[in-house]
Structures are given as C-alpha cells and as structure tokens.
C-alpha cells in the first residue's frame, strides 16, 4: 500500500509571498486556474493561503486533504495513474541515466514530462483534473482553491509530491527502478558521492531489521545521581521500536507531544490518567484517539454513503434479532451515530470506531472496521 505524507501547516507569509517557483509548480497552478475562471475566488485562494489558517496537509495517491477553519474538511482529487500508465513512465525514467538521478535530486527534467506525455502518461494535471470538494456551505470555495495553492509549494521543494498524488510514493518508485535493470558491476562508492553517482552504481538492499525482543544485559553500573532508570530504559525501548517501524515502514508519522503520551501509555501502560485515550490508540491508533477527542462533519456526499452504509447494517441487525424486537432508535450528530448503549463514530479514514457507554462517558469499544454491520453484532 502507498502511504500518505503529511505536511505541517503553512504559516502566516507576507502579501507578496509568490506561489510556484519552479516549472512544474507552475504548470499546476495553471491547471487551477484555467479551471476555475472565477478571478474573486482564486485571490481569495491565494490570500487564505498566505493567511496560516489552513491546518497541515495530507497527500495521499489521488488526493490532498487539509482541514480548514470550523473543521471543514478541504479536499482536491486528482486522476491517479493506472498501473500500465506507471510502466511505461518507468520506461521513460529508466531511458535515460540522468532522470532518475535528477529526481532523486528533487528535480523534475522537462524532457522527462515530455516524454512521458508522448507516451500517454500526463502526469502534470490539466484543465478540468483538480477536483475540489469542501464541507463548508460555499458551492465553490477559497478553502480548496488555498489548498492547490499551497500544494504548489509542497511540489516545488518535491516533485515526489506530484507523483504520490499521481499514486505512488517514492519508496516503491525507486524500488522498481532498482529492479527494473540491475547496473553494471559496482565500483566502491567513495564517501560523500552525490546521490545521482551512488544510485547508478546501484544500491544494496536493506538489512532486516532485527527482531523487537532481542534479550539485552544491562551493564550493572550503578545509576548516576537523578536519573530515572525506569524512565530512560522504557525511553530507549520506545526509541528501539520506533527506529524499526521507520527501518521497516519508511516514514514515522509526526506525533504531537500529546499522541506521543497517549502512544507511550498505550505501549508501556504508563499511570498517566489517559486510560480512554490509551484505549482509543491501542484499538486504532491515532485516527483512534482522534475518534475518541474530536467530532467532525463529514462532507455532504461521504455523509450519504456512511448513513448508507449505517443503515444497511442496521436492517442486516434487525432481521437477526428477529420479530417482536423494536427496531433501534438511531441518534446522529456530525460524525456520531448513537444507537443505545453503542456509538459509531465515522473516521477520516473512512472507518467506523466503535464506542459503549460507560456511565456518563463514551469509551473506546474496540477496533475501527469497514463495515459497520461488523461493529452491530
Ligand atoms: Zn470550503
């Protein structure tokens, strides 16, 4: 699976801030503006752009996603490649040494688009690809018009960017081009070669990582005066298990100082007075605690498909209870459907958490599933 990256939020910039300063960047911009012909809503765009108000952005295969004031949720969709379109821009990368090289240098080659085009890949959006669609009231909105604007700059510092939202990331990029042809013999890589020199030579897969729990001896020093063994030991453990999740995954997601608590009490059962929030992670992680701490308002067409859905499960239900037994009262607010003791919450992400009351307070019921008729059992 490809993974999303997440960017932080843009903060305040000056008026005069430009938007795209390389090519590519650009030809983006270009495909937002001779789509949308309305010049009002652009310059709202640009100005909430550079206002800092936009939350951080996630770029995912066919889409990027921000959050905007009173949590609306910004979205622009853009057509992801089909996997023979893929091959034959592969063919095109791999044609020419200097293109990947260029690439890994974050450097988009002209020639390379060009070539690409010729053999039916587009890969820079035209009129009409950038689909907006945005949970504020307004039929067309500066929020999604902010979010591509901003995208221009995420493509200008990676072109990587653009061909994730095309659908794929640049782990698996790589790796089928280092399958693709195997180069000539390798020569010893002398220290500090460029990127572009290093790749041609070809690069040694990984190492496995090695295993969680290899047994380690503590040295029996005695600890230095203040320090808290028990804190510095489950520290390095956290550290050991985060570095494999990178060795093994790629990327780390970036954690407030808040998820990180939540995460370490998960891992460690830390006293800490998180239980819920504990709870939420153990059963889906961050998207869990957020399930837990924040309600949203799904937009209007996702809304539809997940009552849908909800009510799909619920029919599916009743008829396994049988005659003679009432049908639930479902109570529904923002992302929040109540049905007695049992609440769904529907998540970004698209699944269902669910949650039992407990008292006054909604707790964490288990993990998260695609399918609410799961979770109504
Ligand atoms: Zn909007």
Redesign the pocket.
């Known amino acids: 699976m490809t993974a999303a990256r997440g960017f932080p939020a843009f903060p305040r910039r000056r008026a005069g801030a430009r938007f795209a300063t390389t090519w590519w960047g650009g030809a983006w911009l270009q495909a937002l503006e001779d789509t949308s012909l309305d010049q009002t809503l652009l310059q709202q765009g640009r100005a909430y752009a550079k206002s800092g108000q936009l939350g951080p952005i996630t770029v995912s295969p066919g889409r990027l996603a921000a959050v905007?004031e009173h949590e609306?949720d910004?979205v622009v969709r853009v057509e992801q490649l089909s996997d023979a379109a893929w091959d034959r821009f592969l063919d095109q990368v791999a044609a020419k040494a200097g293109h990947i090289a260029a690439l890994l240098d974050r450097d988009m080659p002209h020639d390379l688009v060009r070539a690409a085009e010729a053999a039916g890949v587009p890969l820079l959006p035209g009129v009409g690809d950038l689909e907006p669609e945005?949970s504020?009231p307004?039929w067309a909105?500066?929020?999604?018009a902010a979010l591509c604007y901003q995208a221009s700059w995420l493509l200008d510092a990676d072109p990587f960017v653009l061909l994730l939202l095309r659908g794929r990331g640049e782990r698996e990029l790589i790796e089928a081009l280092r399958l693709r042809d195997a180069p000539p013999a390798p020569r010893p890589a002398r220290a500090g070669a460029p990127a572009r020199e290093a790749f041609a030579r070809g690069v040694p897969p990984l190492p496995e990582p090695p295993p969680l729990d290899v047994a380690y001896t503590p040295l029996g020093l005695e600890p230095a005066p203040g320090v808290d063994v028990a804190a510095l030991e489950l520290l390095a453990a956290s550290a050991a298990s985060r570095a494999r999740d990178l060795l093994t995954r790629g990327h780390l997601p970036v954690l407030t100082e808040h998820q990180d608590l939540v995460r370490l009490s998960a891992a460690f059962g830390l006293d800490l007075g998180l239980d819920a929030e504990a709870a939420a992670w153990r059963h889906g992680g961050a998207a869990g605690l957020e399930a837990l701490e924040t309600a949203w308002t799904p937009a209007r067409q996702d809304l539809a498909r997940a009552r849908a859905m909800l009510e799909t499960a619920l029919e599916t239900a009743l008829e396994t209870v049988g005659e003679g037994e009432p049908p639930a009262e479902v109570e529904t607010a923002r992302n929040r459907w109540t049905i007695g003791d049992l609440q769904l919450r529907y998540g970004r992400d698209g699944r269902w958490y669910p949650f039992e009351r407990r008292g006054d307070a909604w707790w964490p019921a288990g993990p998260p599933e695609r399918d609410p008729a799961a979770l109504l059992g």
């Open positions: 905007a609306h910004a945005c504020c307004d909105c500066r929020h999604t």
